[in-house]
């Protein structure tokens, strides 16, 4: 129990928006499963994030339940990591409104992402896409984090939640500990298979260019085979001048363990049709076991809620002690 209380505290969160993608488990919750041992790990579905863009209610529920089966069929075990929903929790909706009333207007207007949300949802711009920030840094700060796994996207979020807990310990003293980002260095950033310049995302207009986890091997070899290359026919890391190859190398790299020298001469003197079906195939191989314990475990409705409800529990408990902390600090009257 002793060394429990030393270790360092990790938490990270990935909205169920919809189902998770190649550039998800390579980036983030791969990595996530490997610091188990030694931190003490908090990882939940960002639901209540999620809202801040319109979604279909029952779609919700199921990339709910998809998105923490997958979380342990990655490997991430529930009895060595606190796996929660996070409107499981209510601490983190009332600490997200106090911290609403400490975070500026003029730094919620510069934040990127809600610019760039606001401009692809021009219809639907609300105040909860706006404070995003507030209940995202209330996410990370009820846990006292001292690492924040996240892609390098959110470096801001986790920039603007350390300035809101820097200016609530200022006016009540020692409350919130600093978080850091924590951005690994392999695999951080996954790129569309057909427009290699930017990010794989879900919410990529283009079906081809994003890859899910638990997508059908002849879908996935399909979109592999139509990755966007270049003219010069040869396998070589050059992310710059060649952005589609270079994509996919880091991909065949973190699902074979083998390095960019190693991929080159493996390729040397041949076109990309090989190439393609090789990191096509090679993905499969990574992801085949995944859904078939993904989908198992889907089957097991009563397990899957008996690891929800005990991580909102411990959750819970974590994050009540940082909340009725607060809530002494700016004066409300204790119950
Ligand atoms: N904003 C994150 C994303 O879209 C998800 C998220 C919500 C999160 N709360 C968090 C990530 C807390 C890390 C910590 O990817």
Redesign the pocket.
């Known amino acids: 129990m002793e060394n429990e209380v030393q270790k360092k505290r990790i938490?990270?969160?990935?909205?169920p928006s919809g189902d998770l993608t190649l550039g998800s488990y390579l980036g983030a919750i791969r990595n996530w499963a490997a610091l188990a041992d030694e931190y003490d790990c908090y990882y939940m579905m960002?639901d209540m994030?999620t809202i801040t863009v319109r979604q279909v209610p029952a779609e919700l529920r199921r990339h709910t339940l998809v998105q923490l089966a997958a979380y342990i069929a990655s490997g991430l075990d529930p009895e060595k990591n606190v796996l929660f929903v996070q409107s499981h929790v209510p601490a983190h909706a009332q600490l997200g409104w106090v911290l609403d009333c400490y975070t500026m207007f003029g730094e919620l207007s510069r934040m990127t992402q809600f610019k760039d949300k606001s401009a692809k949802n021009a219809d639907n711009i609300n105040a909860g896409l706006f404070t995003y920030p507030a209940l995202?840094a209330a996410?990370?700060l009820l846990y006292q984090a001292d690492l924040?796994p996240?892609?390098g996207d959110?470096k801001q979020?986790v920039e603007i939640c350390r300035d809101i807990a820097t200016r609530f310990n200022g006016l009540y003293g020692d409350t919130f500990k600093l978080p850091d980002p924590y951005i690994p260095k392999v695999g951080a950033r996954i790129m569309s298979l057909t427009t290699p310049t930017s990010k794989m995302s879900k919410s990529d207009k283009d079906q081809n260019g994003c890859v899910y986890m638990l997508e059908k091997p002849e879908d996935i070899l399909r979109k592999f085979k139509k990755a966007m290359t270049d003219s010069d026919a040869c396998v070589r890391f050059d992310p710059e001048n060649k952005p589609g190859v270079s994509n996919l190398m880091q991909i065949y790299s973190v699902a074979t363990g083998r390095d960019y020298a190693a991929i080159e001469a493996e390729f040397a003197g041949q076109g990309y049709g090989s190439f393609k079906t090789a990191v096509g195939e090679s993905v499969v191989e990574l992801l085949r076991p995944i859904r078939e314990e993904t989908e198992r475990l889907l089957a097991d409705k009563a397990y899957l809620e008996s690891v929800y409800r005990a991580g909102a529990e411990k959750a819970a408990y974590v994050a009540n002690r940082t909340l009725s902390k607060v809530y002494k600090k700016v004066g409300f009257l204790a119950r």
């Open positions: 938490l990270s969160g990935i909205q960002a994030h995202m996410d990370i924040v996240v892609g959110q979020h």
